[in-house]
C-alpha cells in the first residue's frame, strides 16, 4: 500500500520558518504530481502546492510568495519549506497526489504558529 511519511513540523512564532519532508514509498514517485495539503482546526483539507514531474509548482494564493515545494525524485521525496509564517498556517500538513481520487493520507505533520 502506498506510504507516506511527513515530517518537519513544529510549533514556531510568526514570520518564522519551518521546512517540511515527505517520504513516499511503494508507488513510483518519479511519474507524479506531488502536492502538500493542509487541514487547519474546523476546516476542509486544501492543496496548497503542488509540484509536476517537470517541476514546474502551483501555489495557493494564501500561501504564495512564503512556501515552496521541492522534490528529489532520487530520495522519493517531497519538500515545503514555509517562510514568513502567520497564525493562519496552523494546521496538519499531508502530502499526496493530487491526480488520484482515492488518497492514502500519512499521519500528517502538525505546524503550529504562535508566539
Known amino acids: 500500500q502506498v506510504q507516506f511519511v511527513e515530517s518537519g513540523g513544529g510549533l514556531v512564532q510568526p514570520g518564522g520558518s519551518l521546512r517540511l519532508s515527505c517520504v513516499a514509498s511503494?508507488?513510483?514517485?518519479?511519474?507524479?504530481?506531488m502536492g502538500w495539503y493542509r487541514q487547519g482546526p474546523g476546516k476542509q483539507r486544501e492543496l496548497v502546492a503542488s509540484i509536476t514531474i517537470g517541476g514546474s509548482t502551483n501555489y495557493a494564493d494564501s500561501v504564495k510568495g512564503r512556501f515552496t515545494i521541492t522534490r528529489d525524485n532520487a530520495k522519493n521525496t517531497v519538500y515545503l519549506q514555509m517562510n514568513s509564517l502567520k497564525p493562519e498556517d496552523t494546521a496538519g500538513y499531508f502530502c499526496?497526489?493530487?491526480?488520484?481520487?482515492?488518497?492514502?493520507w500519512g499521519q500528517g505533520t502538525q505546524v503550529t504558529v504562535s508566539s
Open positions: 499526496e497526489r493530487p491526480q488520484i481520487s482515492q488518497k492514502s
Open positions: 511503494r508507488f513510483i514517485f518519479s511519474i507524479y504530481t
